[in-house]
């Protein structure tokens, strides 16, 4: 998966175009919320793979970015994850995986 590896590029330390921190963002998102799509999709009778999940990800977020999904700043990044991180009722997660969530997506916004 491309958001994925965008992702490990964010943590390795490596330098970051917007695109790349956005797919970086998009990869989190998938890692962290990826289980709450497919149990949603399970309540609507369907199921979602990993390539599914990533694509409706995608959507929720190009419908956030907007005009900025093609250049995206770390503003518009920071205003898309709150945004997605309510969507997905993420208040309600454990500590420790919110804790991580925050620091990986703080890290991609200070990237750019």
């Given at each position: 998966m491309?958001?994925?590896?965008?992702?490990?590029?964010?943590?390795?330390?490596?330098?970051?175009?917007?695109?790349?921190a956005?797919?970086?963002m998009?990869g989190?998102?998938?890692?962290?919320?990826?289980?709450?799509?497919?149990?949603?999709?399970?309540?609507?009778?369907?199921?979602?793979?990993?390539?599914?999940?990533?694509?409706?990800?995608?959507?929720?977020?190009?419908?956030?970015?907007?005009?900025?999904?093609?250049?995206?700043?770390?503003?518009?990044?920071?205003?898309?994850?709150?945004?997605?991180?309510?969507?997905?009722?993420?208040?309600?997660?454990?500590?420790?995986?919110?804790?991580?969530?925050?620091?990986?997506?703080?890290?991609?916004?200070?990237?750019?």
């Open positions: 491309h958001v994925k590896k965008m992702l490990e590029k964010v943590n390795s330390g490596a330098a970051v175009t917007p695109v790349e956005r797919d970086a998009l989190c998102f998938v890692t962290i919320h990826g289980e709450s799509l497919k149990r949603g999709a399970e309540l609507l009778g369907k199921s979602l793979s990993d390539a599914e999940a990533e694509k409706h990800a995608t959507v929720i977020m190009k419908g956030l970015l907007g005009n900025n999904w093609d250049n995206p700043t770390s503003r518009s990044l920071h205003d898309a994850r709150i945004v997605m991180d309510r969507k997905m009722s993420f208040s309600k997660a454990p500590k420790d995986l919110r804790d991580m969530h925050d620091q990986t997506c703080n890290l991609i916004v200070s990237k750019l």
